[in-house]
């Protein structure tokens, strides 16, 4: 590390003429953000590699979460602030005439993710090396991320997002530590020795290459590892079509499949959930065999983490290793596995459930379909052998039905744990979607309500009022996030909630300028900030949302006596690319800004702002800068949510459903300081048992809602004919399956609500100020805390990397 900046300063230029052969006064930000970088994880290594040696020296149980996607984002400067190096770095460099922020817009977001499921991933890694426990991530190394959303005439257009078109930094490839993995040909039986011995031969292989991240933590001495895998032609094929094979090889760790609401069923997703779990798998036992020699014991060092069911194959796979290589029988490897693997389910939506047709599933994976067979074989066993007779409740539970492998039955028989993402999520997972499951291992279930690194969610990209709070309750808040509490005493204090106020309209004046940089029109920061931004979905209903924008935009065309703050809202959300529905919603919401931003009568009052490409590092510009976070998914639709604790964590506050832990964000803050409209989990429910609602009627007697619906197809929008018919039919001809018709009316009257409370000011501040209290309680921390006395079995006590 650098005593001082100067030290820094000169180390740096050093490094960057070395590296580039050129003089500095010649170098390219890029060059200058490489170097940074490169110094930056050469710094860490030496506490990565003590961090290592003291895991193997301690033999502390380790924990492995699997996650098909890391949604990480840019990493220099949370590096930067978990090693204390942000002033230092900053101050030599400045002196160089280099900006740090400059050198961070050089470095590509890693997007390996969708949203909140890979963010949730991205943070835990944080909390758990700041929380000195030893956990690592393994996951894909996929060469394209998310897409790269661009907006034109309205429309989304999707180009691929070559993330690491300049090397990425922060990882090492360790080519030394390589796995080959097979896939397709056959297995064969055979007796030796008295014991039934299988041979899978004939196989395609593929070598997984790992490319290993520090994860830094923030002010403590542990680094721990995020491992990718990357695909690769094995030399040991000889295959006559070596360009085929090498560029299906290639492509299993292409690409991230862009939707995690739909489960598409492709044999290449497939190929990239086996080759994360095979290639993690024999890389955790390896190091685990070089300090432990018995597998009897691998759960009481060893815990693998299922991020949903995609890591699922882990199942199988470590039953395959245990009783094929290791020699161990059925009953002491299920024994060990189920020991070991826990899971997270991440969603009720029947959509999103994984199933593989056998077809594909069993010649792909020859071995790990005969042992799926063997598992589902037993547990049906088991079920005839509780409750004689029941054969629609063995079908309903079985693992393979109907021609299909069911991932979630998979993962529940085969964990020690299962999970929900929020209480109220935990509960319809109970009582509903698997309660026959949670019946029939009532132990096995239970509720870890999601967090968010504050870290990065807060201190990084919200300093002005990260510096406010320290200012007012000391830095105790950052370690002990409950701290954000001692907040409350502050709610009386005039000069502190001008403070507060005075910080969030810098933020508006910051994302202004942005939003003036990217869209080309300004838009008044003293007007409300109304936002939503979030993966595109039906169930999240930003119909919802711009529906209401027309009505708002409509009656202020026709009536004189309608007076409203004034709002700016805006919008930030990818569409799947095959989700025809999505993206008309985008459309419309740009056609919809179109027409109200050109309208003079509008101005002052009302605009409306698409964010093309939401990502991680965008959303670090919005949360800081918003007032309202709309969190209006259908009531037992969203899981959790993660961008809801965002927003309240930096003074935003919400109108929405209850759902997801809009249910815990209300408890918290109490429901004077929080919107709520809409119908509940239970109603929502109740409704969909028989068979939905009649749309028609509110489209017939609410003459808003009439209004606004027709506009969608009459020719209000000048050029769009036709294009709006697919939302026009969802509401109508499908009965809003979403219930956005039931419930606009309630929204109006919460949005109402919001537009008179903004203008109290001092009870706005007050909520706002209660809002970031509370908001301790969602940190990640507390969510890894969690998971590690309840479901790892790790006592953070105990297990501090810090005692060697
Ligand atoms: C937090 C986050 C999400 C999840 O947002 P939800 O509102 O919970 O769906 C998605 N994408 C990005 C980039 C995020 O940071």
Known sequence: MFADAAEFKRAFQNRLEMAYGKNFQYSTKREQFHTLGTMVRECVSAEWIRTNESYRKTRKKQVYYLSIEFLLGKLLRQNLLNLGLEEIVSEGLADLGIDLDELEDQEADAGLGNGGLGRLAACFLDS???????????????????????????????????????????????????????YWGKVESSVENGKLIFRHYDAETVTAVPYDIPVIGYRTRTVNTLRLWTAEPSRTMDSKHILQYKKDTESISEFLYPDD?????????????????????????????????????????????????????????????????????????????????????????????????????????????????????????????????????????AIIANGEVRMAPLAIIGSHSVNGVAKLHTEILKKREMRLFAETFPERFNNKTNGITHRRWLLKSNPSLSNLITGAIGDGWIRETEKLEELLSFKDDAGFLQELDRVKSANKERLAGIIFERNGFSVDPSSIFDVQVKRLHAYKRQLLNVLHIMYMYNRMKEDPGYHFYPRTFIFGAKASPGYYFAKKVIKLINTVAEKINRDKDAEGRLKVVFLENYRVSLAEDIFPASDISEQISTSSKEASGTGNMKFMMNGALTIGTLDGANVEITELVGRGNIFLFGLTAEEVLSYQKYGGYHSHEYYHHDKRIRQVTDQLINGFFPDTENEFTAIFDSLLSHHDQYFVYRDFASYVKAQEKVGKSFQERETWLKSSLVNIAKSGYFSSDRTILEYAKEIWKIDPKTQSSLDI
Request: aromatic letters at 10%.
């Open 128 to 182: 758990l090396a700041s929380l000195d426990l030893p956990g690592h991530g393994y996951g894909i190394r996929y060469k394209y991320g998310l897409f790269e959303q661009k907006i034109i005439e309205g429309y989304q257009v999707e180009l691929p997002e070559q993330w690491l078109r300049h090397g990425h930094v922060w990882e090492v490839r360790k080519a030394d530590e390589s796995v080959e993995i097979p």
């Open 261 to 397: 609401t739909h489960d598409e069923g492709k044999i290449l997703r497939l190929k990239q959930q086996y080759l994360l779990v095979a290639a993690s798998l024999k890389s955790i036992i390896l190091t685990y065999k070089k300090q432990n020699t018995s597998l009897l014991s691998l759960h009481d060092h060893v815990a693998i983490h299922i991020n949903d069911t995609h890591p699922a194959l882990a199942v199988p796979e470590l039953m395959r290793i245990l009783i094929d290589e290791e020699g161990f029988s059925w009953n002491e490897a299920w024994h060990i596995t189920r020991n070991t693997l826990s899971y997270t389910n991440h969603t009720t939506l029947s959509e999103a459930l994984e199933r593989w047709p056998t077809s594909i599933f069993q010649p792909l994976l020859p071995r790990i379909y005969m042992i799926v067979e063997e598992i589902n074989e037993r547990f049906c066993r088991d079920l005839w052998e509780r409750e004689p007779g029941s054969w629609a409740k063995i079908e309903s539970m």
